[in-house]
Structure formats: structure tokens, C-alpha cells
């Protein structure tokens, strides 16, 4: 099974930027689509991003948010611009099989790092 393990996270003014990063203890981009969730206290996980070989976005990131891959393949990116309070919460990256559809849902992903906090302040 695959393992993952974020990091990047950390505390930024409104507006500032942050890049999470999802290390995978294998390549990922034949065998697993990688999402980004996040959860803010009180509230369910919601889906942020994915990737495969197409790219996903929430409305609510769309054109902030970039979700990459590097080379090896075994690190999937989150560039985070323009930042807001509404967007602090626990991020996760997960792994579900590539084929799955309805890739924004939490049980469509069956490996998740153990989250790293982004907290924004205003």
C-alpha cells in the first residue's frame, strides 16, 4: 500500500502563499489519482484538488490553487496563492485508485497522510 506523508504547512498572513507537499512511497501517476482534502474544526472534509492525468479544482480554490507533480513522480504539489482565513484547516493528501470517478469524494480514496495545519491569519 502506498504511504503518504504531507508537509509545507505553517501560519501566513491573508494574501501570503504556502506549497504542501505529498510524498508518496511510490509513483503514483500510473496507478493513483492523489487528492488534496482539508478539514476546518467543526466541519467535514472537503475536497480541494486532484490529479491524474487531468487536473481538478474546487470552486472555492480555482485560480489560486495549483496542484502539480514532480518529475519522479512521486511528489504531488499544492501551490497555494492569495490565501484566506477561510482557508485554514488541517490539509490531508490521499491516494485512491486512477480509475475512480467522483474523485472529489472522501470514499473514493483509500490511503491519507496524517495532514499538516495551514492556518491564515487576517
Known amino acids: 500500500q502506498v504511504q503518504l506523508v504531507e508537509s509545507g504547512g505553517g501560519l501566513v498572513q491573508a494574501g501570503g502563499s504556502l506549497r504542501l507537499s505529498c510524498a508518496a512511497s511510490e509513483r503514483t501517476v500510473n496507478s493513483y489519482v492523489i487528492g488534496w482534502f482539508r478539514q476546518a474544526p467543526g466541519k467535514e472534509r472537503e475536497f480541494v484538488s486532484a490529479?491524474?492525468?487531468?487536473?481538478y479544482y474546487s470552486d472555492s480554490v480555482k485560480g489560486r490553487f495549483t496542484i502539480s507533480r514532480d518529475t519522479a513522480e512521486t511528489t504531488v504539489y499544492l501551490q497555494m496563492n492569495n490565501l484566506g482565513p477561510e482557508d485554514t484547516a488541517v490539509y490531508y493528501c490521499a491516494a485512491g485508485p486512477v480509475w475512480r470517478t467522483n474523485i472529489n469524494e472522501v470514499r473514493m480514496y483509500n490511503y491519507w497522510g496524517q495532514g499538516t495545519q495551514v492556518t491564515v491569519s487576517s
Open positions: 490529479i491524474r492525468k487531468s487536473t
